[in-house]
């Protein structure tokens, strides 16, 4: 049963708000005996600050109708939003979970548009999110064990791409607003971050020495020495440095890349110019290549 604070009264005009009048009890009344248990929830969850003035429950219907109406639609979105454990319900091919229909859940987020509440939305959002995050946390401490027994990058390659799943399972729809998608990658990437144990960004250097070596020389069939460059350009390795963009890991860790690439510079100078200082004409060229 809702049970609403004294100085707050629900209207004819189909609106609850702060009111003396000893003529709105009734209505009152029949508000409290018709609800039902989750509406407190609803009611909670949306105003919990207690200011319910001017709180619009559904246009111009009548009753408590507009209060149904509303408690419904907030529990199809928050069922549709909520992060379930991907290794139980599993992902479609575009990576999100199994069981959302967004033309299901269409109307009802945008009946929560029209009460003007879905900036409402990201805080039960995300505190779902903060409690499921241990699913997430389970399998980063799997994949790290593994990469501690083999002491291999792939483990840490096999980790950022199933991290990348939970993150795109767990996406809310593009439909809702770029505000929505902004606070739930700020929170997915603080909470990560977080969760990375300290051996990751040793583990997560060794991914990118692997990712940028260059290619090695080697000789041409007519015994002359080659000299083969890596290609910024080179498809290998797109799609995961994509993954490290999305997840936030190139911002994160922009120091250990960069790290790589300088030990790269410092290990091609003392092999190929120690010595040759007095010809930089020609060993300056191929460093900057």
Request: glycine share 8%; proline share 4%; aromatic share 10%.
């Amino acid at each position: 049963m809702l049970h609403l604070p004294d100085h707050l009264q629900v209207c004819r005009c189909g609106k609850i708000k702060r009111c003396g009048n000893k003529n709105t009890q009734l209505l009152r009344r029949r508000l409290e005996d018709r609800s039902r248990d989750e509406w407190v929830g609803v009611l909670s969850a949306v105003l919990g600050s207690g200011e319910l003035e001017g709180f619009c429950l559904n246009g111009d219907a009548l009753g408590i109708s507009g209060l149904m109406s509303f408690s419904e639609a907030w529990e199809i979105s928050m069922q549709y939003l909520y992060p379930q454990d991907i290794t139980t319900v599993g992902v479609d091919a575009d990576g999100r979970l199994y069981g959302k229909d967004l033309t299901i859940a269409g109307p009802a987020f945008n009946l929560i548009v029209q009460c003007r509440k879905l900036p409402t939305l990201p805080e039960s959002f995300l505190d779902d999110m903060r409690k499921n995050f241990h699913l997430m946390e389970n399998e980063i401490s799997q994949y790290m064990a593994l990469y501690e027994l083999e002491k291999s990058p792939e483990q840490l390659q096999s980790l950022v791409a199933r991290l990348m799943e939970w993150y795109k399972a767990w996406a809310p729809p593009t439909e809702l607003g770029p505000t929505l998608s902004t606070a739930y990658t700020h929170n997915f990437q603080t909470r990560l971050f977080s969760s990375l144990p300290l051996s990751f960004a040793h583990g997560f250097k060794e991914l990118c020495t692997s990712l940028l070596a260059p290619s090695e020389n080697g000789t041409s069939e007519d015994g002359t020495l080659t000299i083969q460059r890596w290609d910024p350009n080179a498809r290998a390795h797109t799609g995961l440095w994509k993954l490290f963009k999305a997840l936030g890991l190139i911002d994160r860790y922009e120091s250990v890349i960069a790290s790589v690439g300088y030990e790269f510079i410092e290990d091609h100078v003392l092999k190929n110019c120690t010595g040759e200082w007095h010809s930089l004409g020609v060993c300056l060229p191929e460093v900057r290549a």
